[in-house]
């Protein structure tokens, strides 16, 4: 709960190092804090996401639903960003989404247009992730300018007249060197319903060395579902990035920040 218009940032696979370094950028904000916090477990963006959702506080599991992995807040199984912001609006009618390339890229002229009826303007950005997973080499060079852009995007939405930031994430991530045959862990054997490089989720999951095995019950939530994970920085034999990861357990990708600050006397 915020007086007047807020700016809610989602911003896919932000490392709390990367919140500090963005709130370093904005000089202009007043009464800035970041505090840390954990995301949900598996660390992976449909269900990191709808954590940050309304209502997620109060109800939240993860379940199978139609051979895929969700949410589920309250009555409502959530599975992709579609969902999410269906949702999103159903809980606060007075709130408009926009992603980060629109917010920049677009006119002033529409973009106020687009956020003007808003008391609560939420912004997703994935350019971080997608980064991450497509271009390792161009991620390593161009990430610090993700954070220079989400900096960009405060001060345009500042000039519009919002006064009010909240900047968080769905999860962090790791990134390090390119992972070799000894640091990737056979995939887990069992009923499979989804497998990322860092997290198994399935049911009847035979345990093997290297890994460490969590039921949904242990972590709070109402499902029969069971998630494995590899120790360490290690990753399953499966697609996606040798380098890049998130969805298990380590700090980079359970700690993210929650950067809350006001923006004053900024014009556009």
């Not at 969700?70 to 159903?90: C, P």
């Amino acid at each position: 709960p915020q007086p007047g218009r807020v700016a809610c940032f989602f911003v896919d696979a932000l490392r709390f190092e990367m919140g500090t370094d963005l709130l370093r950028q904005i000089s202009e904000a007043a009464d800035a804090e970041i505090t840390p916090a954990l995301t949900v477990l598996p660390s992976i963006t449909p269900l990191g996401m709808a954590a940050l959702l309304p209502g997620a506080s109060a109800s939240y599991s993860v379940v199978e639903h139609q051979g895929k992995v969700g949410a589920k807040i309250g009555n409502q199984i959530l599975t992709d960003v579609n969902e999410r912001m269906k949702h999103l609006k159903a809980q606060v009618p007075d709130a408009v989404e926009i992603t980060l390339e629109r917010l920049l890229q677009d006119s002033p002229a529409k973009v106020s247009a687009k956020i003007e009826p808003a008391r609560i303007v939420v912004v997703r950005s994935q350019e971080i992730d997608a980064l991450g997973k497509k271009n390792e080499l161009l991620a390593r060079n161009i990430m610090d300018t993700v954070v220079g852009n989400l900096a960009r995007a405060v001060r345009r939405l500042a000039g519009m007249g919002i006064e009010r930031f909240v900047i968080t994430a769905d999860h962090g991530h790791v990134f390090s060197a390119r992972k070799e045959d000894d640091m990737k862990t056979p995939a887990t054997a069992g009923g499979t319903v989804e497998l990322h490089r860092r997290a198994w989720i399935g049911r009847g999951a035979s345990a093997s060395s290297g890994t460490v095995s969590i039921r949904a019950p242990e972590l709070g939530y109402d499902s029969n579902l069971e998630f494995v994970f590899p120790e360490g920085m290690g990753v399953f034999k499966a697609g996606g990035s040798l380098a890049y990861h998130h969805g298990g357990f380590s700090l980079q990708e359970m700690v993210i920040p929650v950067v809350s600050f006001r923006m004053l006397g900024v014009t556009s």
